[in-house]
């Protein structure tokens, strides 16, 4: 059974920096391309950013890209989110997941393209 577990989030403020990181067990992390996805209160859960399994590609949503930096270590089964500049809009669960196929490039906004997910980190921006 895959297990992903999300760490780093947080309460920070506007400008603000962190850092999440998701941890895979059960299954060949390296081979499969990751993605990080949030969800707003109210609102439907959104694709983030994408990273392909050897890292060579990444994707980006309009609103992550110039300010989160998505990265893996397969040596160590972790995914990363670095993100800079925060906003009150980035406030959200922010959730990491696996693609369903493997060896892929970055894999796609598409949540249905992705069959495990993490439990979820909070993130919480204050302006």
């Known amino acids: 059974q895959v297990q992903l577990v999300e760490s780093g989030g947080g309460l920070v403020q506007a400008g603000g920096s962190l850092r999440l990181s998701c941890t895979a067990s059960g299954r060949t992390f390296s081979s499969y391309a990751m993605a990080w996805f949030r969800q707003a209160p109210g609102k439907e859960r959104e694709f983030v950013a994408t990273?392909?399994?050897?890292?060579?590609?990444?994707s980006y949503a309009n609103s992550a890209r110039g300010r989160f930096t998505i990265s893996r270590e397969n040596a160590k089964n972790t995914l990363y989110l670095q993100m800079n500049s925060l906003e009150p809009e980035d406030t959200a669960v922010y959730y990491c997941?696996?693609?369903?196929?493997?060896?892929?490039?970055?894999?796609?906004?598409?949540?249905?393209?992705?069959?495990?997910w993490g439990q979820g980190t909070q993130v919480t921006v204050s302006s």
């Open positions: 997941a696996m693609l369903r196929w493997p060896h892929t490039g970055a894999g796609t906004f598409s949540q249905n393209e992705y069959n495990y």
């Open positions: 990273i392909a399994w050897n890292g060579d590609s990444t």
